[in-house]
């Protein structure tokens, strides 16, 4: 076992983890994250048995399924994968999960809706920060920030020129949006003072209340696809929507459309992205999320001008991960108590 391992396991041991479970009367959580706020930890604390994993990278798998045994309560990040597996090494006593994201893909909510076991999350107050974000990537892959920003340090800006380093406007443009969940919202919201000619959304069911605030008119997928100059992925990832971008649809695309994911890497066929920014099928993408995260450094989108990668920091203000700490902390502790949680996902 390499030297980090044995040295985890011995701190654990120290901090009286699940080993000394039965002589305590708190509960017990595992922590996958030791560099969630502190405050979160610290209320955790005050009711339970804490031990975390003790890097700033994600928990090897076999480490978490050897110590999330016995516990009472996991406390998770997307990095984790929380699966049949994990559930069968906590054992039967694990009463709930809280994740500390809105999105659960990463955790298998059928298996623990069978068991039994409650699951956590924190929609809501990072709505903001993340439609902050993609505006921000939108901007910055639409006037092609990073691309100019590199001519400067290279050599490559010899002078004011005319039609150089345009990028499309929002002005006067279609927006389409897939999803118009809260986050989807408050993206319109933000993109409305930039003077859309349309925004348009594409949800399984239409939302006229929350759409009527941004003008925005509900069309199907392939409306959407074919005739937005800007393409805003905000859904969730689900069998549904896995890949739903994939060749057939980029290749229905506007040649100028600008391609924008804040949501999760699965709902895209990165190769098909890539061959269609390769043809100029489209025009640009942002990315926030990528599969795999991180994106190996010899990846071919990596070579791409008109592509802006960031490492998924949709969420990454500080005041929104301090509190989305707290939350999933509150979510375990409600849990552990049979109390309604702030956030739990309806299974
Ligand atoms: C981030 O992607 C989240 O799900 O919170």
Redesign the pocket.
């Given at each position: 076992m390499p030297p980090r391992l044995v040295l985890a396991q011995v701190r654990n041991f120290l901090q009286l983890g699940h080993r000394t479970r039965r002589m305590s009367s708190k509960p017990s959580v595992y922590v996958t994250r030791p560099d969630v706020d502190d405050s979160g930890l610290e209320l955790l604390r005050k009711s339970c048995q804490v031990s975390t994993w003790h890097e700033t990278f994600p928990v090897p798998r076999s480490e978490l399924i050897r110590e999330v045994a016995g516990k009472d309560a996991l406390y998770c990040a997307?990095t984790d994968k929380v699966d049949k597996e994990v559930l069968d090494a906590a054992g039967p006593q694990l009463k709930c999960v809280a994740t500390i994201?809105?999105?659960y893909d990463h955790i298998d909510v059928e298996e623990c809706r069978k068991r039994g076991i409650r699951v956590g999350f924190?929609p809501d107050v990072?709505t903001d920060a993340?439609a902050e974000l993609t505006l921000a990537l939108l901007l910055a892959t639409n006037r092609r920030l990073f691309e100019a920003n590199r001519q400067v340090y290279n050599g490559g800006w010899k002078s004011w020129a005319p039609m150089w380093m345009c990028g499309q406007g929002l002005k006067g443009s279609r927006v389409g949006l897939l999803g118009f969940g809260r986050i989807g919202q408050e993206i319109a919201a933000r993109i409305v003072p930039f003077k859309p000619a349309e925004i348009t959304y594409t949800t399984r069911t239409a939302r006229p209340e929350e759409a009527a605030a941004v003008n925005a008119r509900h069309v199907d997928f392939d409306e959407m696809i074919r005739n937005s100059d800007f393409i805003v992925v905000c859904c969730a990832l689900t069998p549904q929507t896995k890949e739903i971008f994939n060749a057939s649809a980029f290749q229905k695309m506007k040649s100028n459309c600008i391609f924008i994911n804040t949501a999760?890497g699965g709902v895209v066929d990165q190769k098909a992205l890539h061959d269609a920014l390769t043809t100029k099928q489209i025009q640009a993408a942002g990315l926030d999320?990528t599969t795999p995260e991180p994106l190996p450094l010899d990846d071919p989108l990596l070579k791409l001008d008109n592509v802006v990668i960031l490492p998924?920091i949709?969420?990454a203000d500080i005041e929104t991960r301090k509190e989305m700490s707290r939350i999933t902390a509150r979510n375990i502790i409600a849990g552990l108590a049979d109390k309604k949680m702030e956030a739990e996902v309806s299974l």
């Amino acid at each position: 076992m390499p030297p980090r391992l044995v040295l985890a396991q011995v701190r654990n041991f120290l901090q009286l983890g699940h080993r000394t479970r039965r002589m305590s009367s708190k509960p017990s959580v595992y922590v996958t994250r030791p560099d969630v706020d502190d405050s979160g930890l610290e209320l955790l604390r005050k009711s339970c048995q804490v031990s975390t994993w003790h890097e700033t990278f994600p928990v090897p798998r076999s480490e978490l399924i050897r110590e999330v045994a016995g516990k009472d309560a996991l406390y998770c990040a997307l990095t984790d994968k929380v699966d049949k597996e994990v559930l069968d090494a906590a054992g039967p006593q694990l009463k709930c999960v809280a994740t500390i994201s809105v999105g659960y893909d990463h955790i298998d909510v059928e298996e623990c809706r069978k068991r039994g076991i409650r699951v956590g999350f924190t929609p809501d107050v990072l709505t903001d920060a993340t439609a902050e974000l993609t505006l921000a990537l939108l901007l910055a892959t639409n006037r092609r920030l990073f691309e100019a920003n590199r001519q400067v340090y290279n050599g490559g800006w010899k002078s004011w020129a005319p039609m150089w380093m345009c990028g499309q406007g929002l002005k006067g443009s279609r927006v389409g949006l897939l999803g118009f969940g809260r986050i989807g919202q408050e993206i319109a919201a933000r993109i409305v003072p930039f003077k859309p000619a349309e925004i348009t959304y594409t949800t399984r069911t239409a939302r006229p209340e929350e759409a009527a605030a941004v003008n925005a008119r509900h069309v199907d997928f392939d409306e959407m696809i074919r005739n937005s100059d800007f393409i805003v992925v905000c859904c969730a990832l689900t069998p549904q929507t896995k890949e739903i971008f994939n060749a057939s649809a980029f290749q229905k695309m506007k040649s100028n459309c600008i391609f924008i994911n804040t949501a999760r890497g699965g709902v895209v066929d990165q190769k098909a992205l890539h061959d269609a920014l390769t043809t100029k099928q489209i025009q640009a993408a942002g990315l926030d999320v990528t599969t795999p995260e991180p994106l190996p450094l010899d990846d071919p989108l990596l070579k791409l001008d008109n592509v802006v990668i960031l490492p998924h920091i949709g969420s990454a203000d500080i005041e929104t991960r301090k509190e989305m700490s707290r939350i999933t902390a509150r979510n375990i502790i409600a849990g552990l108590a049979d109390k309604k949680m702030e956030a739990e996902v309806s299974l």
